[in-house]
């Protein structure tokens, strides 16, 4: 695999499988990051029902086997995101704490960059992490995180399933978790979350009965004139399929969108998000 995004060829408007045989093979993949350089990809992977996270990087102009670099023999890796600095990558697991003890529910982690690689899984903390399960990550340009929990809900009384929330990061910590409002969470399942890093828009994975093509779709909202968020839509049949569509992501330089669909890492022009905007004025 040689130069810029492994040598593939531009998928335009339709979905096509990114970087067969090398990166979506045999095995599970899933939650795919380029690093802003377009130098670097981090992508998780399921096998024999353990979740780990894989990196491979461009030298020169060939890109290196992807190779692990968090597993456990007991604990599941995977979902990774970098920081805006890139000197975090943070990723969720079921890690006991103390890294001894059994797997517990799902929390949001990150590693810290230093002079030997990564340091040890270092939890984000109570005002993220609960009783319940978190999972995805993405972050604005002031460092705002978004993610998916089904605890922040059920610690006030009401059942719930997923809901998306996202966090300030002020004086180094993130703050308490903001719920959006019902033009993106509903009744079901609403997680998978990628942010535009200006807000503009926000894509997630439902598991929608009334408008939907298979088990999980993807959908997307916008933010309108008054800086709120439009009634999130179906992305429609060119993404969505009778399979499972989750972990979106779009590329740094904003041209292209990756996501999983049937165990495989899948790519597409970013144009679809604008065709899609068009189409929902």
């Known amino acids: 695999m040689k130069g810029k995004y492994m040598g593939q060829p531009d998928p335009g408007l339709t979905p096509k499988l990114f970087a067969p045989n090398f990166i979506s093979t045999e095995e599970q993949e899933f939650g795919s990051y380029f690093n802003s350089n377009g130098t670097e990809f981090y992508f998780g992977v399921d096998t024999d029902g353990k979740s780990e996270i894989r990196y491979s990087k461009l030298i020169g102009d060939k890109w290196s086997k992807p190779k692990t670099i968090l597993s456990h023999d007991r604990y599941g890796f995977n979902d990774p995101f970098l920081s805006n600095d890139e000197n975090r990558l943070y990723f969720i697991s079921k890690r006991a704490l103390d890294g001894l003890g059994e797997p517990k529910d799902v929390d949001i982690w990150y590693v810290q960059k230093d002079k030997n690689g990564w340091s040890e899984p270092i939890n984000t903390g109570t005002n993220i992490n609960t009783n319940g399960d978190e999972y995805y990550i993405s972050f604005t340009h002031d460092g705002t995180m978004y993610f998916s929990s089904d605890g922040h809900a059920t610690e006030k009384g009401k059942e719930t399933n997923h809901d998306i929330y996202y966090s300030k990061f002020i004086d180094g910590e993130f703050q308490k978790p903001v719920a959006l409002d019902n033009s993106i969470n509903t009744e079901a399942y609403e997680a998978d979350v990628f942010i535009s890093p200006d807000e503009s828009y926000i894509i997630f994975c439902s598991t929608r009965e009334d408008d939907s093509y298979g088990r999980g779709d993807l959908y997307i909202s916008f933010k309108d004139s008054n800086g709120s968020w439009t009634k999130a839509v179906n992305m429609g049949k060119e993404i969505n399929t009778q399979y499972y569509e989750y972990c979106p992501v779009v590329t740094k330089d904003g041209k292209y969108l990756f ?17 899609i905007k068009e189409r929902n004025r």
């Open 259 to 275: 996501y999983t669909r049937n165990q495989d890492i899948y790519w597409v022009s970013t144009e679809i998000i604008n065709e």
